[in-house]
């Protein structure tokens, strides 16, 4: 396959250097959610849209910002952006999908602070330098791969829970980053897949 | 609550809920990204640890004098210019001075502004109170995030690298355990370490569902 053909980028994004499992991000709500199936569900799908929407404009903003010469504003104009188009979605899911809003409402506000939004924009853009429909494979694919991710450990988690003879300490969190672990060596396999 | 009262008693207890009873890593799991990527090496992790000391104070100083001028509605969006802008200073820092670990940390830099611990902290403490308890706060926070940083950092160099702070301290016959570098060592180390502070510090497990 070619260096950066779209479907490269889509496996490497989605397995190979998986945003949860590789570059390590997203933790917090993973922790918080990966408790139980149906949670994780819902954040995932709400991380995919948002990252696909978030990335596009930042693109846009990038490289309005390069023309320009202001790129040491970039932090601060990505976040913005990325703050306003959550504020966004949440203003008209909860005019238009009220159904929509119920199921995944309450993970909109957290993914502001979710650093695989910021760090996805980042990378399609400073890091990477891609086109804008590479840019937007890698965006949606690097986010399907932390839902991928988040919904193995959830699955993991809640049987592990049947059983029910985790170390206390290790309860909650601990035994979430032991799995979460376990899952990274197996996505190593996947390396030199491209 | 009266603050003027209590004044030094409170003082104390803030620092001491920061870097103990309510460890940001430990007890309520934020700012584990950072935690997790950028502590295979110590000299990262110092570096790492110092952006977020010095952001995590500037922002307390800002957001905590102005409390009472922030409209509740877009006090978020406040937290996060400001945290942003305090970034963006670290990050030219580290590339002006530091242009070698600034290589190494990459992204991670400018993600210091999703770190949730700053988030946290001006959340639930800079907005209610004033800047001497706030400064006290973010240093607390901020040190206890660094000793974590650090101890992970330490253990994870040794063994994944042999070396401390890149000079050699383990024997000439040593086997560097690789899978420590990569990131599911990271995962590992910290899930002990979670394991450790909680059991140490009597923290009761979530609660099912």
Redesign the interface.
């Known amino acids: 396959m070619a260096e950066n053909s779209l479907l490269s980028i889509f496996f490497t994004a989605l397995l190979i250097q998986n945003v949860a499992?590789?570059?390590?991000?997203?933790?917090?709500p993973f922790?918080?959610l990966s408790?139980?199936m149906k949670t994780a569900i819902g954040m995932g799908a709400a991380v995919i849209f948002v990252v696909g929407l978030t990335s596009s404009a930042n693109w846009v903003m990038y490289q309005l910002l390069d023309m320009t010469g202001a790129l040491?504003?970039?932090?601060?104009v990505?976040?913005?952006v990325i703050?306003a188009c959550v504020q966004l979605v949440e203003m008209i899911m909860e005019r238009f999908f009220p159904a929509l809003q119920a199921s995944f409402g309450i993970f909109l506000p957290l993914i502001?602070?979710?650093?695989i939004?910021?760090?996805i924009s980042?990378?399609v853009t400073?890091?990477d330098g891609l086109s804008y429909i590479q840019a937007l494979v890698y965006s949606l694919s690097a986010a399907a791969g932390f839902w991928l991710a988040m919904l193995l450990v959830a699955a993991i988690y809640e049987k592990l829970?049947l059983i029910g003879n985790v170390?206390?300490?290790?309860?909650?969190?601990?035994?979430?980053?032991?799995i979460?672990?376990?899952m990274?060596?197996s996505f190593?396999g996947f390396s030199g897949m491209v | 609550m009266n603050l003027k009262n209590i004044f030094g008693k409170k003082g104390a207890k803030t620092i001491k809920n920061g870097i103990w009873r309510e460890h940001p890593i430990s007890s309520a799991t934020l700012g584990i990204c950072s935690a997790l990527a950028i502590s295979n090496k110590v000299e990262n992790a110092i570096a790492m640890s110092a952006g977020v000391i010095f952001v995590l104070v500037l922002t307390s100083v800002i957001i905590s004098s102005m409390r009472k001028l922030i409209p509740g509605r877009v006090r978020i969006i406040i937290y996060m210019i400001t945290i942003a802008a305090g970034v963006t200073i670290v990050d030219l820092v580290l590339m002006a001075y530091f242009p070698t670990i600034s290589e190494a940390m990459g992204p991670y830099v400018p993600l210091i502004i999703t770190n949730c611990i700053i988030m946290g902290r001006a959340e639930a403490f800079f907005i209610q109170n004033p800047p001497q308890h706030s400064i006290l706060d973010a240093l607390a926070n901020g040190l206890a995030y660094a000793y974590t940083l650090l101890v992970i950092a330490i253990f994870r160099e040794i063994f994944a690298f042999g070396t401390l702070l890149g000079v050699k301290v383990t024997p000439a016959n040593w086997v560097d355990w690789v899978v420590l570098a990569a990131p599911a060592g990271a995962f590992f180390v910290i899930g002990i370490f979670l394991w450790i502070t909680r059991t140490v510090a009597g923290i009761e497990p979530p609660g099912k569902g």
């Open positions: 499992l590789f570059y390590l991000l997203g933790m917090c922790i918080a408790r139980s040491i504003l970039q932090y601060i990505f976040i913005i703050a502001t602070v979710n650093c939004v910021l760090f980042l990378k400073t890091v829970n170390p206390k300490g290790l309860q909650g969190p601990g035994i979430i980053m032991i979460t672990g376990i990274a060596l190593m």
